[in-house]
């Protein structure tokens, strides 16, 4: 129980649970999208009490949100242990345009890290503007970036489409957008810009340490698989009839030599042990 509900007398205390009451009653969870029964559902303050500067901002249900109880308490705990990876955030401007989206974070308060947002039109929307016009809200933290990604995407929903107050141009999601949606639809890099970005790749070939995949080593994705007898078989049929040259022939006879060569130190078969003695009257014995 907050200090603002105890400063509350008894009366404005039920009409205040009243107003949520009414306010959540049907309402979907806005984190899981689940409907619980009533004792499990509840409403969120999205800029929390203590940080409202009016009191009639109480009651305004812009800020409310409805939740069930266990995404709350996922959301306090997360916020608490602060071991979030990252937040989903609305910014809002006074005029009611806003911006939803995704921010990674290293645990400081979201309302503090002095983050508002990227995206094109937001961007130009908010440039020049005193930051301290800009209202932010943290809707969600997440705990993994497919968490996060799947929160932004649940927040903005169709309302890049949907809502013209809402300046975000895509969904959520850093998955790559495709089609119409992706940056570069409709862009086709022309013949001299390609052969430029070969000629610049060519001069300032990135080798060693400023090789992007540098010291990194994925797994190989077959490793470990093995090959279907249906794939073996096409293999084979494949390979059926192919005559090698004389110089792959040799090619491959200098790469199997000696150590190469997997059967490299096995010993086929029984071995036999070297009796001088017992050979010799097998021998005789023979003969
Ligand atoms: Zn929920």
């Known amino acids: 129980m907050s200090i603002f509900y105890q400063t509350l007398d008894y009366r404005t205390n039920m009409e205040f649970k009243a107003r949520k009451k009414a306010f959540k009653k049907g309402k979907p969870c806005a984190i899981c999208g ?25 009651y305004d249900t812009n800020n409310w949100s409805c939740r069930c109880i266990y995404c709350e308490r996922k959301q306090n705990t997360l916020k608490d242990r602060k071991s979030f990876c990252g937040y989903v955030y609305k910014c809002s401007l006074p005029d009611g345009r806003y911006y939803i989206g995704q921010h990674h974070s290293n645990g400081e308060d979201p309302l503090e890290d002095g983050y508002y947002g990227l995206g094109k039109e937001w961007t130009s929307a908010i440039q020049g503007i005193n930051k301290e016009k800009i209202t932010k809200i943290v809707l969600a933290y997440a705990q993994t970036d497919k968490e996060l ?34 940056w570069a639809y409709g862009t086709h890099p022309s013949g001299e810009t390609i052969e430029k970005l070969k000629q610049y790749h060519k001069e300032n070939p990135k080798t060693g340490k400023d090789n992007p995949m540098f010291g990194k080593h994925p797994e190989p994705w077959n490793k470990g698989k093995a ?61």
């Open 34 to 58: 689940k409907t619980l029964k009533p004792a499990e559902m509840m409403v969120a303050h999205l800029v929390p009490v203590d940080k409202l500067t009016d009191e009639q901002a109480l």
């Open 149 to 182: 990604d799947e929160l932004e995407k649940h927040f903005i929903g169709d309302l890049n489409e949907a809502d013209d107050l809402c300046l975000n141009v895509r969904r959520g999601g850093r998955g790559m957008a495709s089609g119409e949606k992706h």
């Open 227 to 287: 090959m279907s007898e249906e794939q073996k078989k096409k293999i084979s049929l494949a390979n059926k009839g192919k005559k090698l040259s004389e110089e792959q022939r040799r090619a491959i006879s200098e790469r199997m030599k000696g150590k190469n060569n997997p059967m490299y130190g096995k010993i086929f078969g029984v071995q036999k042990k070297y009796h001088p003695e017992e050979d010799l009257l097998n021998n005789i014995k023979g003969k």
